[in-house]
């Protein structure tokens, strides 16, 4: 079976990703594309109805880690090791959330990844995160 | 000794601060869909994240989600340095806590940058965390965040984060 696949599998299957209604837009070799739509539950200022850091860097967590697993020089599994985020502007209430991941290094226990995030506006994005994973065997 | 107030009973002071720190944590949904609560001990506060399948991230292990610690770790700095300012301004009786007993909110603390380090996997059981607050300025914080499971000295993540503090025309 190849690496993109199980990466999908393994992603699709984890019960938080699924909770926070994330979906696997896309995946490629060392790049993963992911959306999580707006929901009230994960407002993280009830006055303007903007949805909560901790939830988009769930996302960008996530898409991050399926990056690394469907890089080439990639084994199979990971975990993080330290992400980083920075956070641009609020994310505009009612529109859906996708992040773009991209592994851009593999060394033999370390993955580096950039990732960033955007509402329906493209051109300003919501945050940006860098961080680096272990890289171990699918377990 | 006259002219000196008598200390209010200390289960009226007790249940004040409880009811204040209680509708701050209980006005932000995704706190609640997480299921953080806060324990306070004076103006010390533990967060603690009771596990829940729907936390997990990894099943095979199983650990919790990477995303749901950063989010404690954040919920956790967030809250405790609101707190921090606000209890300063309850205690020099510049704030009412009645004032967020009904619902009337404070701005929160606006996160600028937030790095979380993993230092183990968050195991399925519950969760533990403070912070502490390195810089509370005007407009600028920093906060340091250590998060625990069974062993304090053990501690699972931790984060640091600089934040933007609301405008405080309460």
């Known amino acids: ?10 992603i699709t299957a984890i019960p938080h990703a699924r909770e926070l209604g994330m979906f696997l837009d896309h995946l490629t070799d060392g790049i993963a594309v992911m959306s999580m739509p707006y929901d009230e539950r994960f407002v993280g200022d009830p006055a303007t109805g903007v949805i909560h850091g901790g939830a988009v860097f769930a996302l960008l967590d996530t898409c991050s880690g399926a990056a690394v697993m469907s890089h080439a020089r990639s084994p199979g599994g990971t975990a993080t090791i330290d992400l980083r985020i920075d956070y641009m502007r609020a994310a505009t209430p009612g529109q859906r959330i996708r992040a773009r991941a991209e592994c851009y290094h593999v060394t033999r226990n370390v993955a580096f990844v950039r990732a960033t995030a955007t509402d329906d506006d493209d051109d300003l994005p919501v945050a940006t995160a860098s961080g680096s994973f272990t890289v171990e065997g699918l377990a | 000794m006259t002219s000196r107030k008598r200390p209010e009973p200390v289960q ?3 249940q004040r601060r409880d009811a204040a720190l209680r509708a701050l944590v209980h006005g932000v949904p995704y706190i609640q869909f997480l299921g ?7 103006d010390e506060l533990t967060a603690v994240l009771p596990f829940h399948e729907k936390l997990i991230g990894n099943p095979i292990l199983p650990a919790i989600h990477g995303g749901v610690t950063a989010a404690f770790l954040e919920i956790t700095a967030v809250i405790c340095l609101s707190w921090a300012t606000l209890w300063e301004e309850i205690e020099a009786g510049a704030f009412d806590p009645e004032r967020l007993v009904d619902g009337k909110i404070p701005r929160l603390p606006k996160t600028v940058s937030f790095t979380v380090d993993y230092l183990r996997s968050g195991l399925p059981r519950d969760a533990y965390a403070r912070a502490q607050v390195n810089r509370s300025g005007r407009r600028y914080a920093s906060v340091h ?21 609301p405008n405080r025309d309460v």
């Open chain 1, 1 to 10: 079976m190849d690496k993109t696949k199980i990466a999908r599998q393994f």
């Open chain 2, 12 to 14: 009226v002071v007790k």
């Open chain 2, 36 to 42: 953080v609560e806060f324990d306070r001990r004076g």
């Open chain 2, 145 to 165: 965040v250590e998060a625990w499971q069974d062993n304090r000295e053990r501690p699972f993540a931790q984060a640091s984060g600089h934040f933007l503090m």
